[in-house]
């Protein structure tokens, strides 16, 4: 079995943060990067994982120097989960963002809420959703519990 990640994350302080909690905790595991909900989709499409992180709201595309990466998506990562479950693949997707509420086209979600309905869209692919504070340490323990129950068997 592979151990790797893929982790779709456009913000890089938050995605460096993360990065360096899952190489010092699990080092056999390979992680790889996506910074938008395009380049996520691009590699999900070529490549295989075992889990998959992805921040809920990103642009469409990677930001390449004051560009903004065109249209911010504020459920680029549920889209991206959708896309995950249409074409059957079985990697566990694990929602991570840092903020508390969510809106769009008139809709608002808690982060409770936005939670259930992940889990009810993802299905056997649901591996949690979790909320980055940079200064806290639970997303660490989140983070951790999640990957050690995936790999129940995996020496880390």
Not at 140 to 153: A, D, L, Q
Request: hydrophobic share 35%.
């Amino acid at each position: 079995m592979n151990h790797n990640i893929l982790f779709v994350e456009d913000n890089p302080h938050k995605r460096a943060r993360i990065i360096e909690f899952i190489k010092s905790t699990f080092p056999q595991i390979e992680i790889f990067e996506a910074h938008s909900f395009s380049s996520g989709c691009q590699a999900i499409e070529k490549n295989d994982f075992s889990i998959i992180l992805l921040d809920i709201s990103m642009p469409t595309y990677d930001r390449v120097g004051n560009e903004s990466g065109g249209k911010f998506r504020p459920f680029a990562g549920r889209e991206i989960a959708r896309k995950i479950m249409r074409s059957d693949k079985k990697s566990l997707v694990i929602f991570i963002t840092q903020y508390n509420s969510f809106s769009d086209k008139g809709n608002s979600y808690s982060l409770e809420g936005l939670g259930e309905i992940l889990l009810s869209e993802s299905k056997q692919n649901y591996g949690g959703l979790v909320f980055y504070d940079s200064a806290l340490s639970s997303w660490k323990n989140e983070i951790r519990k999640i990957i050690e129950t995936k790999y129940e068997n995996f020496n880390c």
